[in-house]
């Protein structure tokens, strides 16, 4: 029996995963978050696919460990920009660091994540999922795109997740004042919000050479949520990491969805891993994607 379209997603994370052997010799990718799981697993299959990668990352220690790691066992050139996307200044700090060194941009790849189970404010005083994993990715693409659209055909790709299906977006409260605190639907609101934004930048630049798709790097062992209390980290590492994969199949999925020629002109869309889906029914609602996009400008100060 075929599963209905809306429920496919149950299935397709299991189903045969595509994969490419491309090379990107040579063209450059910046890439959030690669200190630890999804993120670092992807620097290591880029690098191995040829490509120059800027690291944007929080942590300096870390993200240097990483670089050199990556430098000497794939030969491409590493770089390190530091940024807190719970801080908007430093967002906007290393975009312009990367425009004035970065002559071109052939991928972007907005990976950085969280969970949290609590509500946390940011630096800029908004709630902290919907900050790093929507407001922040979306300033730092906006930034950088005409950078990214002169090194067409180029691709963005953001890591979003299944968990957009918890829902939770809602747009009058947004840092979670009127309503009980829900660290899923945070998570699945901020995922939301990535997609309909998505979709409004996929149709204004159809014709530009450039694509931007999301995509879920299926269910694996990272330290997504383990910023949270010790109940929450236990049941994470001793019970949900018994159901959860290696990283080395997200890294995979998001190398086969930059680099495959397959996808050259394909842009809009949502990959369960590589496999093109449809995303839950309000994270396609036409109406809201204006309404994000106007607010998620304001709110990163691109319009005052
Ligand atoms: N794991 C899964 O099963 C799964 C499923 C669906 C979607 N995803 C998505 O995959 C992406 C990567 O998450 P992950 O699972 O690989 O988690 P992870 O291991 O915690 O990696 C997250 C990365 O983001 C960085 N980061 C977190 N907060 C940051 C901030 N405020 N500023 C700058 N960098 C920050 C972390 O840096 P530090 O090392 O400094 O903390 C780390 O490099 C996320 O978008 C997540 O939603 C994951």
Not at 112 to 122: A, F, P, Q, V, W
Not at 173 to 200: C, V
Request: with cysteine; net charge positive; charged share 25%.
């Amino acid at each position: 029996m075929e599963l209905p379209e809306e429920l496919k997603f149950i299935v397709n994370g299991r189903m045969p995963q595509k994969k490419t052997t491309a090379r990107i010799d040579g063209r450059v990718c910046v890439i959030t978050g690669t200190t630890s799981g999804v993120g670092l697993a992807a620097a290591r299959r880029i690098a191995k696919g040829g490509a120059d990668l800027i690291l944007v990352c929080r942590n300096q220690n870390k993200a240097s460990i990483v670089k050199d790691e990556l430098e000497k066992d794939y030969h491409v050139n590493v770089n390190v920009v530091i940024a807190d996307f719970a801080d908007l200044k430093q967002v906007r700090r290393a975009s312009s660091i990367i425009l004035e060194n970065y002559p071109r941009i052939d991928f972007l790849i907005n990976n950085i994540g969280i969970h949290n189970t609590s509500r946390k404010l940011s630096v800029d005083e908004f709630e902290a999922v919907f900050q790093v994993n929507h407001l922040a990715s979306f300033l730092f693409t906006r930034l950088l795109l005409n950078r990214v659209l002169e090194s067409s055909p180029s691709r963005i790709l953001y890591v979003n997740s299944e968990g957009h299906r918890f829902g939770g977006l809602d747009l009058n409260d947004l840092n979670w004042l009127r309503r009980r605190y829900s660290g899923f639907q945070s998570y699945g609101a901020s995922k939301i919000a990535q997609l309909l934004t998505i979709w409004e930048l996929s149709e204004q630049l159809a014709e530009s050479g450039m694509t931007i798709n999301a995509m879920h790097p299926g269910g694996v062992r990272t330290n997504i949520g383990m910023n949270n209390g010790l109940l929450y980290r236990f049941y994470q590492r001793y019970f949900l990491y018994l159901f959860l994969s290696n990283t080395e199949i997200s890294a995979e999925a998001i190398y086969y969805l930059i680099a495959s020629p397959e996808l050259d002109k394909v842009s809009g869309k949502f990959f369960n891993q590589t496999i093109e889906e449809k995303p839950a029914i309000y994270a396609l609602d036409r109406e809201i994607v204006k309404k994000v996009w106007k607010i998620s400008d304001q709110l990163t100060g691109l319009t005052s």
